[in-house]
């Protein structure tokens, strides 16, 4: 079964991700992938395009464990490749942990990359000059599928989406020319994304019909591009992801209230983080944004709360058969303040 199919299957059955259901996780991973000997620290999507030089459609022509040869078929946005790029390393692999009976990176790109389908690849030169890295072996890349959609990645490989290749092409360019230091996307970007939060969240419970399926990709989309663009939204419309009950749409929801320009966003985001009804990987997120904000201002609030902050197990949902097992992210609620407490004295 592969990425589409698979998340399509988590979002259907599921309200929310449970995090110990390891069966259930299995279908959630975008990649069917082997026993790893070696885990890393999967970089989060907006690290993996601050950090590429280019963002491209590729055809794969020959691909090997370690090493790929494409062809290029259109440079969307950063430094133009040359019409035959190879790729044989990683920008953003951060090892945790090798094993002694297979020390390396157990690559499988001869699966990963088949000859003559098409990918969107997100590249870095490497210091030779003479070839390119992709982000790890598991993100910085995006297939298009035979069904013509394209397994997309806005915030961490773990957690995917599918979406139609013109609004991946026009979402993640602005995505790039955003975090490469532009002032601002193409008009048709924002108006993807006001068209796409205007409308009601979806209702991810029960036997979930394909429409609301796809209007919960298309606003996961557009609410994280929100995000990673810095594109503030009004709370009118951020309210009701906020207030919705499913784990993914809340995360989308408060990644974008973080970049808003309310006066009171950062009371705003310690009021979601205390709200025990709110999902505890959100509640976590919130908090990760309270960090990134750098919202100092609510220091002794969070140094209150914390004696009461839930410690219910939290994670982003894999499994030790994964190699991104490796990714750090807080066991909790209570795990993430008292971290923000730590770096903030």
């Not at 090892?95 to 390396?104: A, E, K, N, Q, R």
């Not at 000859?115 to 000059?129: D, E, I, M």
Request: glycine share 6%; net charge positive; with cysteine.
């Amino acid at each position: 079964m592969r990425a589409n199919s698979m998340f399509r299957v988590c979002v259907r059955i599921r309200k929310r991700l449970p995090i110990q259901a390891c069966s259930f996780l299995l279908l959630c991973f975008a990649f069917s992938t082997p026993v790893f000997g070696t885990t890393w620290d999967e970089p989060w999507h907006k690290d993996v395009v601050a950090k590429a030089d280019s963002f491209g459609l590729y055809q794969a022509v020959s691909s090997t464990s370690r090493h790929a040869v494409f062809r290029k078929v259109q440079t969307f946005a950063g430094a133009a490749t040359e019409e035959s790029v190879e790729v044989d390393g990683f920008y953003g692999l951060t090892l945790m942990s090798t094993s002694s009976i297979s020390p390396g990176i157990d690559g499988d790109w001869d699966e990963t990359f088949r000859s003559g389908s098409r990918y969107y690849l997100f590249l870095k030169k490497a210091p030779t000059g003479k070839t390119w890295k992709i982000a790890t072996p598991t993100t910085g890349f995006a297939s298009i599928q035979t069904s013509g959609k394209v397994v997309a990645t806005y915030r961490i490989s773990l957690h995917q989406a599918t979406v139609d290749p013109k609004i991946y092409e026009l979402t993640q360019t602005c995505i790039f020319v955003r975090l490469h230091g532009s002032d601002k996307c193409s008009p048709e970007a924002y108006k993807y994304i006001d068209d796409q939060v205007s409308v009601a969240a979806p209702t991810m419970s029960g036997n979930v019909p394909p429409d609301q399926v796809d209007r919960f990709f298309t606003q996961h989309a557009a609410l994280e591009t929100a995000y990673l663009a810095g594109y503030p939204l009004p709370l009118e419309i951020l309210s009701k992801f906020l207030a919705n009950a499913y784990i993914h749409i809340q995360i989308s929801g408060v990644r974008a209230l973080s970049v808003s320009n309310l006066k009171d966003r950062n009371q705003l985001l310690m009021t979601f983080v205390m709200d025990r009804m709110k999902d505890p990987v959100a509640r976590v997120i919130a908090v990760r944004m309270i960090r990134e904000v750098n919202a100092r201002d609510l220091k002794d609030q969070v140094i209150t709360y914390l004696p009461n902050a839930s410690s219910e197990e939290t994670g982003l949902g894999m499994n030790i058969m994964d190699p991104r097992v490796g990714t750090v992210f807080p066991s909790s609620v209570k795990e993430a303040l008292t971290q923000l407490v730590a770096e903030w004295k």
